[in-house]
């Protein structure tokens, strides 16, 4: 089990967990697995990947099973400002790039990267450019793995090209979903520090997309400048703009309504019953109470037992609380046991609903 994911200041956004961390705190948390040696899988869900994680089951999973969830695009950072998720900035994988390159640490001792996927001749040009400067990052190889499927892309021949490069970071662009799929069923065998899918990262990298100016990113206006470079994201824009407005006032609003309503205040209380493997929570369970169901929670994972946290008591659960359940469902499968949301009632079951968090409960 692992004691960092359960120190992590962690959200749910819709079914999706969010760490609500800083640009430099990001830049910090790589710096610092690179220098421990130590592994990291960095997802960087933006709103593509919070629609599609709506109707995908794996791919919400492997967002879920991340070391860190960066927030990567406004509507975002927009939702958890009206949900009183205390996540304030943006923080997209491209913009962690350039602050890799340009922090003066990284410069005295370049991060090591791979660029593995893109479009043909795309990643080999990231390469050279980013070798043709001094900056925070050098490349030590790219390999373009083709159209085929992710076992296809998971040959041990694969594996060892980019082993024996030696990187520290590697830069994955094979398409969200694949991306994701992809570093899951390889993650093991890759002697690589930090792992992720930035799609957009090498084409930028390569020259061949031009990133937004910094006053069109002020203006949150990043996405139009997307458009103009890569006509073809307008249908997905299109596509993701409606389904977000479904979300957002079939879900986002009724639960915004719920944060900042009065509620009758319940006295909280968190109890254990190692007979029949229960956590029986009672009356407003939040942030307060964080720290001390976390503890609870730990003592039947690493006992490896089976459990049920039963809410038949509980009056409201708050976003951090939503947010540790979802990390407990997480190690709870990384360990093989099962774990389950049971007596979910009233106001709660409403929470639950609107939060995306169904497959949790004893009721999906």
């Known amino acids: 089990m692992s004691d960092r994911d359960f120190k992590r200041e962690i959200y749910n956004l819709l079914g999706l967990s969010f760490d609500a961390i800083s640009m430099d705190e990001?830049?910090?948390?790589?710096?610092?697995?690179?220098?421990?040696?130590?592994?990291?899988?960095?997802?960087?869900?933006?709103?593509?990947?919070?629609?599609?994680?709506?109707?995908?089951?794996?791919?919400?999973?492997?967002v879920i099973n991340s070391d860190l969830s960066i927030a990567d695009g406004m509507p975002i950072v927009f939702m958890c400002k009206l949900l009183r998720i205390p996540i304030q900035e943006r923080v997209a994988g491209s913009s962690l790039i350039e602050q890799l390159r340009s922090d003066q640490r990284c410069k005295q001792r370049p991060i090591k990267v791979f660029f593995f996927g893109g479009e043909e001749g795309v990643a080999e040009s990231a390469h050279t450019v980013l070798n043709e400067t001094s900056d925070g990052l050098v490349s030590t190889g790219h390999l373009n793995p083709g159209f085929g499927s992710v076992d296809d892309m998971s040959s041990d021949d694969i594996i060892e090209q980019i082993n024996d490069a030696k990187p520290e970071f590697l830069i994955v662009s094979l398409g969200a979903k694949k991306g994701q799929a992809w570093i899951e069923a390889n993650?093991?065998?890759?002697n690589v520090n930090v792992v992720s899918h930035l799609g957009a990262v090498v084409n930028f990298v390569a020259g061949k997309v031009k990133r937004a100016p910094a006053w069109i990113q002020?203006?949150?206006?990043?996405?139009?400048?997307?458009?103009?470079?890569?006509?073809?994201?307008?249908?997905?824009?299109?596509?993701?703009?409606?389904?977000?407005?479904?979300?957002?006032?079939?879900?986002?609003?009724?639960?915004?309504?719920?944060?900042?309503?009065?509620?009758?205040?319940?006295?909280?209380?968190?109890?254990?019953?190692?007979?029949?493997?229960?956590?029986?929570?009672?009356?407003?369970?939040?942030?307060?109470?964080?720290?001390?169901?976390?503890?609870?929670?730990?003592?039947?994972?690493?006992?490896?037992?089976?459990?049920?946290?039963?809410?038949?008591?509980?009056?409201?659960?708050?976003?951090?609380?939503?947010?540790?359940?979802?990390?407990?469902?997480?190690?709870?499968?990384?360990?093989?046991?099962?774990?389950?949301?049971?007596?979910?009632?009233n106001n709660v079951h409403r929470?639950?609903?609107?939060?995306?968090?169904?497959?949790?409960t004893d009721l999906s």
């Open 26 to 62: 990001t830049v910090d948390e790589v710096l610092e697995t690179i220098e421990s040696g130590r592994k990291l899988f960095l997802s960087t869900p933006n709103l593509n990947f919070l629609i599609a994680a709506q109707k995908d089951n794996q791919f919400r999973n492997s």
């Open 351 to 360: 929470i639950i609903r609107l939060n995306k968090l169904g497959f949790l």
């Open 187 to 190: 993650i093991d065998r890759l």
């Open 218 to 345: 002020t203006l949150h206006l990043e996405w139009l400048w997307r458009i103009k470079e890569e006509p073809a994201l307008f249908s997905r824009y299109l596509k993701d703009g409606f389904s977000f407005l479904g979300l957002f006032f079939s879900k986002i609003i009724p639960y915004a309504i719920i944060v900042r309503r009065d509620r009758v205040y319940s006295t909280p209380g968190i109890n254990i019953d190692k007979t029949s493997n229960t956590l029986a929570l009672k009356g407003n369970i939040t942030i307060n109470q964080r720290d001390e169901l976390r503890d609870k929670l730990q003592i039947f994972i690493k006992a490896k037992k089976n459990f049920v946290v039963d809410l038949n008591g509980v009056s409201y659960l708050d976003q951090s609380i939503l947010g540790l359940l979802l990390i407990t469902d997480k190690i709870t499968r990384q360990n093989d046991i099962s774990f389950k949301l049971v007596g979910v009632k």
